[in-house]
């Protein structure tokens, strides 16, 4: 047989033939797609079809306007696509509005490193460059967002700057002082020295730090060679120390050592006396806390005396139950002091550096931490240091700047949140949280909450719109603060910088304080916190979106941040959760589940995945994973994603190529039942597996739970489709004539097939499918649905035979397994070269009458073998398995150039079918 007559066999085949290209080049086709989405308003259209569907809203929280996206921006966003395409295309009014977080230090801090001198030029100049750069970094976060492929309008988005957003914001601040939740106070807060202002709980992450721990000992003032002794990992605050304080429920010793004698707790005798390396020591006696109390101490640096008192938060933890007041800088402290009446002394300032309040010319301007070795030597000058060590310990830092706060009282404003507490707590048990911990998180961090610090001592916020009159007091009045968010909404926050406070009052406001009638205004703004944290109002509510919202979904850190503040918010508003469901995702790590840092070398770009890889690659990473935990990204698991993708879109190629000639029409206006009835029974056992697919993807999306979804589809992709149905298939697809009945029925199946799984995957793999439905769509099946968006999400059919069916083929797919292992084995040994070559003979061990059932005809297109029948006859057995024994046999005769299976004989040089289609083709 010649070289052209092989070739002219060829060309009498009906081969695939499609424009949906192997190499998928998506780094330029997504682009081409997106275009073609923008300019047909898909999305617009979208929303409007279902403007009277079932609502589904996800509320998106707003992530910081400053510096490029990370690969935890790209998890956060596209779980949210994937989410929001899901209801979209089952119909629901499911609009999605981005947002962005716009104020704050950052944003200060990148002008000020531009080279803006911040006390060069007015507020409002400084504020209006932050603007600048803050709407610069929108614009180039907005165009890597939109690489992404979004489904959502990117001109209908929201601003935290925006002016609108300000005046809501100020309105909910005007019903918290209705509530009477809103005061002023002198107290000790996180404060940043690196920031200058003051922090939130949200706002402090706990990173290990070297730091001074030391036993001091204060010497009665009657007694210079007898002191109480206490334990220290903060020594810089001994020169602003106030009060000594002990427990009176404890008992307490005095030990000497040498000439000197020391009281602290027996319960830490042992400790104390191994810390300090003391080894010869004697017990005097034994006394209560209560003796010690009214004792009056010496000052380890200065003359001056130290009352001894109680305090219930002295413990017995560590150190030696007597504990150092430094009134200014810790919350017990600040408290004792205030009950005992001592006026508290401050002597740090903004900056973190001595003030002259210290009364101590050798620190007034220098910066606190460096002063711990200058104080630990001067007390070892006075013999007043039992000993110091370097330990290290997890310390509040500052998640911005990374570096260390302390605590330091100053005048802030506050919201009650110990007035809120038990309303937020219930709000919380009506919240559905993924994970579930998130509720036991979340509820804790409240029970652990009086107080939200939303003062910040910064330019670049949003004002706290508060009068102070000339007696200093403030003017908490709802409707004051309502007259400025009016303000806000015509001209913006920046109006608090441009007018004077007589100005921004209502006309002819009078104050029994202010009878000159001369005001002040407040120079703080508010924590953005705060500002993020009524998104829900001034969005949602504002959108006239149904609120509480379904979803909020970010990253687990939120549960501090956006998570809390929106629950707070939202309480004060409607006594209830703006949110219905929280759903939290972990953190993105490289391959080794290192954090990636740009020190270590180890980030990767989403930029870089675009233009390397393609959105969809990076969307199917996403559904890859269990998000709900910290997640892992490299190139090695890229390119085990890829590889799935190009399993996937082989797929789709091979279905689309299929169906190059079929008429769409003889089935689209057909109800399924009614066409599945003239399908064959392997059709239908492949469309009851799809079936219970589209049921798994309901439930998979609903649940979030993306990465069930991901497995069952790979794996009905791999083995249930490309290893089987397409597998078989083939023969008659390119075999038989283009009208022959088995042919369509299978181009049949694979219509459902195809439609169904770019409709299942396009939530995930939107770009692709998009592709894929264009070049479907070219046959004019459907073009009056001008995008794959516009089609509704496959739904499930009602088969009534579904278990026969599965029961039946399920059992002949694993004797189908144990075949290929006999036909394995024949080709190792050398019985036959190929699968095409084989004759195969089954004989079953248990009789099955649904697999029996079977015509040898078809047994030989499902094994794809040139031969195979059943028997119940003893036969020569070459593999045996749990189901049968199979005999793999060399097929004795001609081989089909056409086919390529062997025939006793052929009909001239091809087998009697091929000679039948070529008569036929003819």
């Known amino acids: 047989m010649n070289k052209n007559h092989k070739e002219s066999y060829k060309d009498t085949l009906l081969m695939p033939q499609t424009n949906f290209e192997m190499r998928a080049n998506l780094p330029a086709k997504e682009l081409i797609i997106q275009d073609f989405w923008n300019k047909k308003v898909i999305y617009q259209k979208l929303i409007t079809k279902n403007k009277n ?49 716009t104020h704050g230090l950052p944003i200060e801090q990148a002008v000020t490193n531009s080279g803006i001198d911040r006390k060069a030029i007015t507020i409002n100049e400084f504020r209006d460059k932050c603007q600048t750069y803050a709407t610069k970094q929108i614009a180039s976060q907005k ?53 200058e202002s003051a922090l939130a709980e949200a706002e402090i992450e706990y990173i290990n730090k070297k730091s001074w721990a030391i036993f001091v000992a204060f010497n009665l003032a009657k007694d210079a060679n007898t002191a109480l002794v206490i334990w220290t990992t903060t020594p810089w605050t001994i ?52 003796d010690l109390i009214g004792l009056k101490v010496l000052h380890p640096l200065y003359d001056r005396i130290t009352p001894v008192v109680h305090s219930d938060h002295v413990n017995l933890e560590s150190g030696t139950g007597i504990v150092h007041i ?32 210290i009364n101590d010319d050798t620190l007034v301007g220098k910066f606190y931490d460096d002063a711990n070795e200058l104080v630990i030597n001067r007390l070892k000058a006075k013999n007043n240091l039992l000993s110091s060590n370097g330990i290290i310990h997890s310390y509040p830092h500052d998640w911005r700047t990374k570096k260390p706060v302390i605590y330091r009282a100053t005048w802030q404003w506050f919201i009650a949140i110990k007035t809120l507490k038990p309303t937020v707590l219930k709000a919380i048990t009506k919240v559905d949280f993924l994970p579930e911990w998130g509720k036991k998180r979340l509820t804790l961090m409240i029970k652990n909450r009086n107080d939200w610090c939303i003062s910040r001592q910064r330019i670049w916020g949003v004002p706290i719109p508060i009068f102070y009159t000339e007696k200093k007091t403030a003017i908490l009045d709802s409707k004051v603060i309502n007259h400025v968010a009016d303000l806000f909404a015509k001209a913006g926050s920046n109006i608090w910088y441009q007018k004077s406070a007589q100005e921004l009052l209502p006309k ?13 205004k407040e120079t703080d703004i508010m924590d953005v916190w705060y500002d993020s944290g009524v998104s829900h109002l001034a969005v949602i509510k504002n959108n006239d979106l149904p609120w509480p919202v379904d979803l909020y979904l970010e990253g687990n850190d939120q549960f501090r941040g956006w998570f809390n503040s929106s629950l707070i918010t939202g309480v004060v508003n409607a006594n209830q959760s703006p949110y219905k469901t929280a759903l939290a995702h972990g953190f993105v790590n490289d391959e080794k589940g290192n954090k990636m840092s740009k020190s270590l070398g180890n980030t990767i770009t989403l930029s870089s995945i675009c233009q390397n890889y393609g959105a969809d690659i990076l969307r199917l990473w996403v559904a890859s994973v269990d998000f709900q935990d910290d997640t892992a990204i490299g190139p090695e698991i890229l390119k085990q994603i890829s590889e799935n993708y190009r399993k996937i879109r082989n797929l789709l190629r091979f279905l689309l190529g299929n169906l190059f000639d079929f008429n769409f029409k003889s089935i689209i206006n057909k109800q399924f039942e009614q066409v599945f009835e003239t399908l064959a029974e392997v059709d239908q056992y492949i469309l009851v597996k799809l079936n219970n697919l589209i049921k798994l993807s309901h439930q998979s999306y609903q649940n979030y739970d993306f990465i069930n979804f991901y497995k069952e589809t790979l794996n009905f992709i791999t083995n249930d489709l490309s290893a089987f149905y397409c597998d078989i298939s083939k023969d008659i697809l390119y075999l ?110 248990q009789e099955n009458p649904l697999l029996s059932e079977i015509s040898a ?8 073998v040139s031969s195979a029948k059943w028997t119940n006859d003893n036969i020569n057995t070459t593999y045996s398995s749990d189901l049968a024994e199979i005999t793999v046999s060399l097929k004795q005769g001609s081989k089909c150039p056409r086919c390529w299976l062997i025939y006793s004989s052929l009909v001239t040089d091809v087998c009697q079918r091929c000679s039948q289609v070529l008569a036929k083709k003819k």
């Open 53 to 101: 569907g079932k609502p589904f809203i996800l509320h998106d929280g707003p992530p910081y306007a400053n510096g490029d996206l990370h690969m935890g921006h790209a998890l956060n966003k596209i779980l949210k696509d994937i989410i929001v395409r899901y209801y979209n295309s089952n119909g629901y009014y499911a609009p999605y509005i981005p947002g962005w977080d």
């Open 143 to 195: 165009t890597q967002f939109q690489r992404l492929g979004l489904l959502t309008d990117f001109k209908d988005c929201y601003y935290t700057f925006d002016q609108n957003y300000e005046a809501e914001q100020i309105r909910l601040f005007a019903k918290m002082i209705e509530k009477k939740l809103v005061y002023r106070n002198l107290y000790p807060v996180y404060w940043s020295p690196s920031s």
């Open 239 to 290: 020169p602003a120390n106030q009060m000594l304080a002990v427990n009176e429920n404890f008992t307490y010793v005095l030990i000497k050592v040498g000439k000197k004698k020391y009281y602290l707790a027996l319960d830490l005798l042992t400790s104390f006396v191994k810390t300090n390396k003391i080894e010869d020591y004697k017990i005097i006696k034994q006394i209560s806390g209560k």
């Open 326 to 357: 430094a009134p200014g800088f810790g919350v017990d402290d600040f408290n004792l002091a205030l009950k005992h009446k001592i006026k508290i002394n401050i002597p740090i300032d903004d900056q973190g550096k001595y003030t002259e309040d």
């Open 508 to 520: 002819n406001y009078q104050h029994k304080d202010s009878p000159n009638n001369i005001f002040t």
């Open 736 to 845: 038989n004539l283009a009208n022959d009945i088995r042919r369509r029925q299978i181009q049949t199946t694979m219509f459902y097939l195809l439609t169904s799984l770019i409709g299942l995957l396009s939530p995930i793999l939107p770009h692709t499918c998009e592709e894929a439905f264009q070049s479907l769509n070219q046959t004019s099946w459907d073009q009056a649905k001008t995008s794959l968006m516009e089609q509704s999400f496959p739904q499930p059919w009602k088969i009534k035979q579904e278990k026969a069916l599965l029961t039946k083929w399920d059992a002949f797919l694993k004797l189908r397994t144990d075949v290929n292992q006999a036909i394995s084995q024949a080709q190792t040994k050398a019985i036959i070269k190929n699968t095409l070559e084989s004759d195969v003979v089954i004989k079953l061990k």
């Open 857 to 864: 005809k078809d047994l030989e297109k499902l094994l794809i």
